[in-house]
């Protein structure tokens, strides 16, 4: 199973005016760390214009920005708190928004290989326990320990 | 098993359409279906769906254009509440055209 999970992709307490602002707070995690280039924090931004990822599951709303795999080097998954919810555009229909309190930034250098990984997102996002277990954690720690069970 | 062809489309045409795209092929073939399974972004799916005989188009992103292909909203998929409801919006697609 490839990994996906990091503790150094891990963040709490994301103060965030805006969806802008939480993706480019959330996406330092990302290219300080090596997994993206310098070019994927402005691409993601771009696209979340075009192609929101705002997703409201079972019991809490989400978003999960994303872009094409030319800007990635190695991939991972984020997995952020946000100390208050921002607002995002819902994937699915525009217009329409969710106040989203985590944010799972994906980076992916090549879907086939790493459908494991994008499983286990899906799985989570589907998993009322695992929701509820990520709605609760408070430290980085408790959020890390969260991702290690249900996405790894 | 039946066959057929189903492109599923999110904005980048690599995430959000890899995730559902296996869950609909898992799904499809407990209905007795054996579904070839396409990706694509709502701008490289003219190109994906030329030349080959697609049955459905599943939405994780919103598709505006016609391409003559009957669409399906896949949201539920995603977010798992729903899914059963995409799934038979699908196979009433597919047993409309192979009926």
């Known amino acids: ?5 990091y503790r150094e992709l891990i963040m709490t ?16 995690l990302f290219l300080k760390n090596g997994f993206v280039k310098d070019t994927y924090i402005d691409a993601v931004v771009a696209r979340e214009k075009v192609f929101a990822t705002g997703l409201e599951l079972n ?6 920005p994303h872009t094409d795999i030319i800007h990635v080097n190695k991939p991972g ?19 329409r928004k969710v ?8 980076a992916i250098t090549n879907p086939e290989d790493q459908i494991g990984t994008i499983m286990r997102v899906l799985g989570a996002f589907q998993n009322k326990d695992a929701m509820e277990a990520f709605k609760k954690a408070e430290t980085e720690d408790e959020i890390y320990a969260a991702a290690m069970q249900y996405i790894g | 098993m039946k066959t057929c062809t189903v492109v599923t489309v999110c904005g980048s045409g690599v995430v959000t359409s890899s995730m559902i795209a296996l869950k609909i092929k898992e799904q499809l073939r407990e209905r007795g279906w054996d579904a070839t399974m396409l990706e694509a972004s709502p701008v490289s799916l003219n190109s994906v769906i030329t030349g080959k005989d697609v049955d459905v188009i599943v939405c994780a992103s919103p598709v505006t254009e016609d391409v003559g292909i009957p669409k399906v909203k896949g949201m539920g998929m995603v977010t798992g509440m729903g899914e059963e409801k995409v799934m038979d919006a699908i196979c009433e697609v597919l047993e409309e055209k192979y009926k």
């Open chain 1, 77 to 95: 998954v984020t997995v952020a708190k946000l100390s208050h919810p921002v607002e995002f555009e819902h994937m699915g229909e525009p217009g």
């Open chain 1, 1 to 5: 199973m490839e990994q996906a999970i």
């Open chain 1, 59 to 64: 019991g809490i709303s989400i978003a999960m």
């Open chain 1, 13 to 28: 307490g994301v103060d965030a005016k805006d969806s802008e602002d939480a993706i480019r707070q959330v996406g330092q």
């Open chain 1, 99 to 106: 106040q989203a309190e985590m944010l799972f930034m994906m």
